[in-house]
């Protein structure tokens, strides 16, 4: 697998189910929520503002694409509702495909924008590794046939020795986006 299959592979609306381990405060969560992951142009405004912040030619990338999310959180009863969106641009390595650069606007430990290095398993697992100012995030995603992924998130501490917060999530695309 490389990056472009996988984000062709990600396209289309998801409904997930995560469960989230928060260690710092002894305490289980669960979300559910709907993802929508669709492809961007290259030459999208919002894709050559992140590649410059980066100092990246868009013409390097391959699949840009955007993520929206919006669920309920049994974290906060005041506060249940989860949503979001981000864009991701993947910058392969053109030396070996199956490994490069994932640009984000905004990232998954930390609400900044960042650069995590992604690399695929032999057995098509993505995986993400993102270094941020207080935290580090490993982010694991496989399929399990083409309407159903899997997804694991780990949440470390800066010098990565600590797990602050473990995630799973399965996903099924939604019938509509097939």
């Given at each position: ?29 669960a ?34 694409f ?9 974290w906060?009863?005041d ?18 495909p199956n ?9 998954y430990?930390e ?5 995590g ?9 993505f ?15 496989w ?14 501490t ?21």
């Open positions: 697998m490389d990056i472009i299959q996988f984000v062709e592979q990600s396209i289309g609306q998801w409904r997930s189910q995560r469960s989230a381990h928060h260690m710092a405060f002894s305490h289980f969560e979300v559910q929520s709907i993802i929508d992951i669709d492809l961007l142009d290259r030459q999208d405004p919002a894709v050559v503002e992140l590649c410059q912040a980066y100092d990246v030619d868009p013409s390097s990338t391959v699949a840009p955007q993520m929206k999310w919006e669920g309920q959180s049994d906060d009863e506060s249940p509702e989860v949503k979001g969106n981000a864009i991701l641009v993947p910058v392969p390595d053109p030396l070996m490994r490069g650069k994932l640009l984000r606007d905004r990232g430990a609400t900044i924008a960042a650069a290095e992604y690399h695929f398993l032999e057995d098509g697992t995986v993400l590794i993102t270094a941020y100012e207080r935290a580090a995030a490993e982010e694991r995603i399929f399990a046939n083409p309407n159903l992924r899997f997804r694991v998130s780990l949440i470390k800066s010098g990565g020795s600590g797990v602050v917060t473990a995630s799973f999530s399965s996903e099924i695309r939604s019938s509509k986006s097939q």
